[in-house]
């Protein structure tokens, strides 16, 4: 089966003005690796988390399903693969019959770039608010904790505090009890 992909990823959440010094920091210093607004469906399992993601900035869709959910550890086994654009739909059709409820993140404002090797997503939504994602990928478990070490070193330089795991599960356990998807979504184009 190859390799695995194994993101090991960590999270922060600040205000719009952190929000503004960090981006203007990113695109003075870090590589640009462009815009990457997103629509998601997340199907949320007791122990899994599928998501259907469809790129809105890039034209692109993909399934992906991380074998460990948020604020279960820092590092995420994941099964990831393409889809068609015209198939967002299709994939959310299937899965919610066969017994799987859905929340949806409509508008995902997404800016992605590379800074000493690790991944930074400086991120808008509605849900998440004003937030940051800093990952490495890698192929197994023994580099992660070189992995944790480089993401933590960029996220003091830049500033941000990391959210720790009964942070992330309190957050996300919330937003499974309360969030109500939104009605009329606009058409995938």
Same mark, same amino acid.
């Given at each position: 089966?190859?390799?695995?992909?194994?993101?090991?990823?960590?999270?922060? /959440?600040?205000?719009?003005?952190?929000?503004?010094?960090? !981006?203007?920091?990113?695109?003075?210093?870090? $590589? @640009?690796?462009?815009?990457?607004?997103? /629509?998601?469906?997340?199907?949320?399992?007791?122990?899994?988390?599928?998501?259907?993601?469809?790129?809105?900035?890039? $034209?692109? +869709?993909? #399934?992906? !399903?991380?074998?460990?959910?948020?604020?279960?550890?820092?590092?995420?086994?994941? #099964?990831?693969?393409?889809?068609?654009?015209? @198939?967002?739909?299709? +994939?959310?059709?299937?899965?919610?019959?066969?017994?799987?409820?859905? &929340?949806?993140?409509?508008?995902?404002?997404?800016?992605?770039?590379?800074?000493?090797?690790?991944?930074?997503?400086? $991120?808008?939504?509605?849900?998440?608010?004003?937030?940051?994602?800093?990952?490495?990928?890698?192929?197994?478990?023994?580099?992660?904790?070189? +992995?944790? $070490? /480089?993401?933590?070193?960029? +996220?003091?330089?830049?500033?941000?505090? #990391?959210?720790?795991?009964?942070? &992330? &599960?309190?957050?996300?356990?919330?937003?499974?009890?309360?969030?109500?998807?939104?009605?009329?979504?606009?058409?995938?184009?």
């Amino acid at each position: 089966m190859g390799d695995k992909n194994i993101e090991v990823e960590f999270r922060s /959440r600040f205000d719009k003005a952190k929000y503004g010094k960090v !981006l203007a920091f990113l695109q003075k210093n870090a $590589k @640009d690796l462009g815009a990457d607004d997103k /629509r998601v469906w997340f199907f949320v399992m007791s122990d899994k988390l599928l998501k259907v993601t469809h790129n809105v900035s890039r $034209k692109t +869709a993909k #399934i992906t !399903l991380k074998l460990t959910k948020i604020g279960h550890g820092s590092s995420f086994e994941e #099964i990831e693969f393409p889809i068609n654009e015209k @198939d967002v739909e299709k +994939a959310i059709e299937v899965f919610t019959a066969i017994g799987h409820e859905y &929340l949806v993140e409509p508008t995902i404002l997404r800016h992605d770039f590379e800074y000493k090797d690790v991944e930074l997503a400086i $991120k808008y939504s509605k849900t998440w608010g004003y937030h940051m994602e800093l990952e490495v990928l890698i192929n197994s478990k023994e580099h992660e904790g070189g +992995a944790e $070490k /480089r993401i933590r070193g960029v +996220a003091d330089e830049l500033g941000v505090e #990391i959210m720790s795991e009964e942070e &992330l &599960l309190r957050f996300t356990q919330d937003i499974e009890a309360t969030y109500v998807n939104p009605t009329n979504l606009p058409p995938i184009k």
